[in-house]
């Protein structure tokens, strides 16, 4: 069965050249022209991924996230967004995106986005499947144990995650992220391995897309008093270590 997308896009020209790539890609796109229809039509048809506009008439993509994770709808939203500012897609992360592409895109890095976003969301089969290829053969009973460093404890089968005693309110790529650095705490990573592992694929030197979830992650992570966990180290990556 074709994986299912929900396109929300008030621009005519790029929703319908949009909906025609992904078509031709062979997804089932689901096309609407702002907020309140999207809305709709996920409550009516829950689709595989949702790709959002940020900024519609009415119901922007921003309030969309909002009300379907407030729901407690998990499915990948991929956002669309003119604006480039750091503010700006951190407001995204915080209405509960997982990823977003800066307009005017590329099609084959929205394919690709999606592709990351799809295959972290796919059930792990053993010996099979991108997802097992991704993280290097991970058996799906990996699944029901729990993970734990640096004070951070992680349920992989719930996807909960605590610091201490607080439990994190994390979006879908922050969890995988931590996840990551916790797995291999005390080493570092540097970005290319930390592109691949999360998204599939490398941005490139220029993208600050990784600095961006990495200092969203942290402002959830810090906590007055204690000792910051993720440490930059120049020029190669980030390590999870308690100094």
């Not at 999207?38 to 829950?46: D, F, V």
């Not at 053993?126 to 290097?136: F, K, S, W, Y």
């Not at 961006?212 to 910051?228: N, T």
Request: with cysteine.
């Amino acid at each position: 069965m074709p994986q299912t997308v929900l396109l929300a896009e008030d621009d005519r020209a790029i929703r319908h050249a949009l909906e025609r790539a992904l078509t031709l890609e062979g997804y089932e796109v689901t096309a609407v022209a702002d907020g309140v229809e999207a809305l709709a039509q996920a409550h009516k048809t829950p689709p595989d991924v949702l790709v959002l506009d940020v900024m519609m008439p009415g119901i922007d993509g921003l309030q969309v996230c909002r009300v379907l994770r407030a729901e407690g709808d998990r499915t990948p939203i991929l956002m669309l967004t003119a604006l480039v500012e750091t503010a700006d897609r951190i407001a995204g992360l915080d209405a509960g995106a997982d990823d977003y592409v800066v307009k005017p895109f590329d099609v084959e890095e929205v394919f690709a986005r999606l592709r990351a976003l799809l295959r972290r969301t796919s059930p792990v089969q053993a010996g099979t499947g991108a997802a097992a290829g991704e993280n290097g053969g991970r058996e799906p009973q990996l699944s029901d144990r729990q993970i734990e460093a640096a004070g951070i404890r992680m349920d992989l089968q719930a996807r909960r995650a605590w610091r201490g005693k607080r439990e994190l309110e994390l979006t879908r790529t922050e969890f995988e992220l931590l996840e990551l650095l916790v797995r291999n705490a005390g080493i570092v990573l540097d970005h290319s391995t930390i592109y691949d592992r999360i998204w599939g694929y490398d941005f490139g030197p220029g993208s600050k897309n990784l600095a961006v979830y990495v200092g969203y992650l942290r402002r959830k992570l810090d906590e007055p008093g204690a000792p910051q966990l993720i440490h930059t180290v120049r020029g190669v990556g980030y390590v999870l270590r308690e100094d």
